[in-house]
C-alpha cells in the first residue's frame, strides 16, 4: 500500500512539473513572438525610412574632408531622431531570442528520447540565439554617439566628426557577422524543432513542424542576405521571418503548450 500511495504521490508531482513547464514555456513562446513582430516592425520602419529621411552624401567644392564631415553630422542627427527606434528594436530583439531559447527547453522537456534532434535543439537554439542577442547589443555601442543632438558641422571639427562616424561604421561591421552566424546557428535548431514536432505526431500538429522547417529555410536565407549586406533581400526576408513566420510558429507552440497547462 506504501509503495502505491508513494508511486501515486510521484505521479501527481510529475505532472504538475509537465504542467508547471507548459505554463513557462507558453508564457515564453507569448514573449517571443511579441518580440520577434515588435523587433522587426521597428527595423523596417527605419530601413524604408518611414521615421525620418536618411541623408544622402552630397559633393561639394568645400572639399572631401568638409563633405564627409557634414555627412556624417547629418546621420547622427537623424539616428538621435529615431534613437527610441534603434533603443527598443536592440533590447525587444535580445529578449525575443532568449525567450525562443526557453521554448526549447520547455520543449525538450515536454518529448522524450534521446535522439539527435532532441538534444541538438536546445544546443542550438541557445548559442544562436545568445550570438544574436549579442549582435543586437553591441550596435547599441553607437547609442552613445546618437544621445545628444547634433547641428552643424564646427569649424575645424571635421576632422573629430569624421573619426566618430567611421568608428560607427566600425560597429556595424562588428555586428554583422555574428548576426549572420547566429541565424544559421538559429535555423539549425529550428531544423531540429521541426524533426522533433514532426516525430511527435499526434501530440503535435503536422503543420506546426512543416512552419518550423519554412522559418528555418527563410532565417538561413537571412543569413546570407545580412551577411552580403543586401538591402532589398534582407528587407523582405526580415518582413517574411519577423513578421510573419515566426510570430506564427512561436504562436502554435504557446496554443500547445497552453492545452498542455490546462490537462
Same mark, same amino acid.
Given at each position: ?22 505554463? @513557462? ?5 507569448? @514573449? ?12 523596417l520602419l527605419d530601413q524604408m525610412?518611414?521615421?525620418?529621411? #536618411?541623408?544622402?552624401? +552630397? ?12 555627412? /556624417?553630422?547629418?546621420? !547622427? ?14 533590447? +525587444?530583439?535580445?529578449?525575443? !531570442?532568449?525567450?525562443?531559447? @526557453?521554448?526549447? =527547453? ?15 535543439? +536546445? ?12 549582435? #543586437?547589443?553591441?550596435?547599441?555601442? %553607437? =547609442?552613445?554617439? /546618437? ?7 564646427? #569649424? ?16 556595424? %561591421? ?16 529550428? /531544423?531540429?524543432?521541426?524533426?522533433? @514536432? ?14 518550423a522547417f519554412v522559418t528555418a ?30 510570430? /506564427? ?15
Amino acid at each position: 500500500m506504501d509503495t502505491m500511495a508513494a508511486a501515486g504521490t510521484a505521479l501527481d508531482e510529475r505532472s504538475e512539473a509537465d504542467r508547471a513547464w507548459a505554463r @513557462v514555456g507558453r508564457a515564453a513562446a507569448y @514573449v517571443a513572438a511579441a518580440g520577434f513582430f515588435a523587433m522587426t516592425l521597428l527595423y523596417l520602419l527605419d530601413q524604408m525610412d518611414l521615421l525620418a529621411p #536618411s541623408p544622402q552624401y +552630397v559633393q561639394t567644392s568645400a572639399g572631401q574632408l568638409h563633405d564627409e564631415a557634414r555627412f /556624417w553630422a547629418q546621420v !547622427f542627427e537623424h539616428q538621435h531622431r529615431i534613437l527610441w527606434d534603434v533603443v527598443i528594436r536592440d533590447v +525587444v530583439g535580445p529578449a525575443a !531570442f532568449i525567450a525562443l531559447i @526557453v521554448v526549447g =527547453v520547455a520543449l525538450r522537456r515536454r518529448v522524450s528520447g534521446d535522439r539527435p534532434q532532441r538534444q541538438l535543439l +536546445v544546443t542550438f537554439l541557445t548559442v544562436g540565439g545568445l550570438i544574436a542577442a549579442i549582435s #543586437s547589443l553591441l550596435y547599441l555601442g %553607437n =547609442v552613445e554617439f /546618437w544621445r545628444l543632438p547634433w547641428g552643424p558641422v564646427p #569649424s575645424g571639427g571635421e576632422t573629430s566628426i569624421v573619426a566618430v562616424g567611421r568608428a560607427t561604421t566600425a560597429i556595424d %561591421n562588428l555586428t554583422t557577422w555574428p548576426e549572420a552566424f547566429g541565424y544559421v546557428v538559429l535555423a539549425l535548431g529550428l /531544423w531540429c524543432l521541426g524533426s522533433v @514536432v514532426r516525430a511527435e505526431r499526434p501530440s503535435f500538429s503536422t503543420r506546426l513542424g512543416t512552419l518550423a522547417f519554412v522559418t528555418a529555410g527563410g532565417l538561413a536565407a537571412l543569413a546570407i542576405a545580412t551577411a552580403l549586406d543586401a538591402e532589398t533581400p534582407r528587407s523582405v526576408l526580415s518582413l517574411a521571418v519577423g513578421v510573419v513566420l515566426a510570430p /506564427w510558429l512561436c504562436f502554435g507552440f504557446a496554443r500547445t503548450f497552453g492545452r498542455e497547462a490546462h490537462r
